[in-house]
């Protein structure tokens, strides 16, 4: 039988976690959180900075559960060890029908969006070239592990060195650095504050999303106990100083007030700086980052499918590893199929961005698997430990937990928000009985 080969080096790693991370979330997301806020600079970057330290807390705390046992599901493989199959399946199933495919298609929409502000394209096209930006994807990775990572260390260094060098032009030749000081401060306070404050967390998180797609290659990873936590922990610091650069040069080339007002803050401010012939600037970049993020989700995210078939939890199919190729092409497969579907189902794949917050209780699930890992550990050598331990994973569970508790509360406060709140509850009921069944039939 083909199985799945260890070919993923440090620096493979190293960009995947950037890669993973870095879509479309910096160039749109930070006028979203200056308005959440109210124009406050300080809470802004406030918000920023603790994104990337609970990234931080998360990554360190998931390189030790990946240094310890490095095979092909990670989170999966985390939670099902910590807590049981039952809860490891609800993730997979969560991540196969929303998180993953979800995060597909809502990268390639936004592929042929940005492509659309180049050539102009009808609604029609515009979806026939996301369907065919997944598919080039999917058959990259079906191709080898080998050329996909390739792929996204190329596209990936790609996209960060156009971040640092439009950063560091927009700080040039911005105009607006002494507004800065004066919106400092908030007329938010109380509970309006601290309801404000974690919904734009949960927007920053989302920029932030991904850095944990790369335990789910664990199982390929040359020297995964060294790679890991090396891997992780610069990831996690080098993609915490890219975003605060980024937003402070956002910031300098329109001012406060500017970027409060603006939907699209990269475009607007490079259009201030150099003119409104520059969004195509901006929209090629966003080209490159929305395909190396989608070649990043189908690198990884269905190693967990074929972990769960290896487990009899999912199709028996997607545990084949093709014989010339050594990948899960089937399980590649599944996950560009269906999500080209939602693709293609539109206002449906919107309505995934507001679920963000269903893989946020897995997140914290798989952190807070340290715990009983390490107590059915006791006494074996750990490859990495993880320093500040038990704070550090306590920490990331805990605010894991305040997200998802916000997201619920905001969900009850405002009607509009409810059908986000009913599609989660949807996800587990449905995957209940789906359990049982594959449980089941594995057991006849």
Known sequence: ????????????????????????????????????????????????????????????????????????????????????????????????????????????????????????????????????????????????TRKSADLQNWTTLVKVAIIVVLSMVLLARGHHAREIPLAMGTTQHGVALFSNFGL??????????????????????????RNFPRAFLSGSLLLAGLYMIAVLAYLVALGPAGATASDAIAATAVGEVFGSWAG??????????????????????????????????????????????????????????????????????????????????????????IFPIRRASAGRPIPYRLPGYPWTPLIFVLAAAAIVGNAIYLAFRDPSQFKNLEVAILLFLIGLPAYFFWRKRAAG
């Not at 592929?111 to 659309?116: D, N």
């Open 200 to 225: 734009a967390m949960i927007a920053v998180l989302w920029a932030y999303e991904g850095w944990q797609f790369g335990t789910y290659s664990a199982g390929e990873v040359l020297d995964p106990q």
């Open 280 to 369: 195509k600037l901006v929209a090629l970049t966003i080209l490159v980052s929305t395909f190396s993020a989608t070649n990043s989700v189908i690198l990884t995210a269905p190693r967990v499918f074929y972990a769960m078939a290896q487990d009899d939890l999912f199709f028996k199919k997607l545990a084949v590893v093709h014989e010339r190729f050594h990948t899960p092409a089937f399980a590649i497969v599944a996950l560009g199929v269906w999500s080209a579907v939602l693709t293609c189902a539109g206002k449906f794949s919107e309505l995934i961005g507001g679920v963000i917050f269903v893989g946020w209780i897995f997140y914290g699930l798989g952190a807070a698997a």
């Open 1 to 144: 039988m083909p199985e799945l080969v260890r070919t993923l080096r440090l620096r493979d790693l190293l960009l995947l976690f950037i890669g993973s991370v870095i879509g479309s979330g910096i160039f749109l997301t930070p006028g979203l959180i200056f308005r959440q806020l109210d124009g406050s600079v300080g809470l802004s970057l406030l918000v920023w900075l603790v994104g990337g330290v609970l990234s931080l807390l998360g990554a360190l705390t998931y390189a030790e559960l990946a240094a310890c046992n490095p095979e092909a599901g990670g989170l999966y493989c985390f939670i099902r060890d910590g807590f049981g199959r039952l809860p490891a399946f609800l993730y997979g199933w969560c991540l196969f029908l929303v998180i993953a495919s979800g995060s597909v298609a809502a990268l390639a929409s936004a592929f042929s969006r940005y492509l659309s502000e180049i050539i102009p394209l009808s609604l029609l096209a515009s979806t026939i070239v996301a369907v065919v930006m997944i598919a080039v994807v999917t058959v990259v990775n079906i191709w080898g």
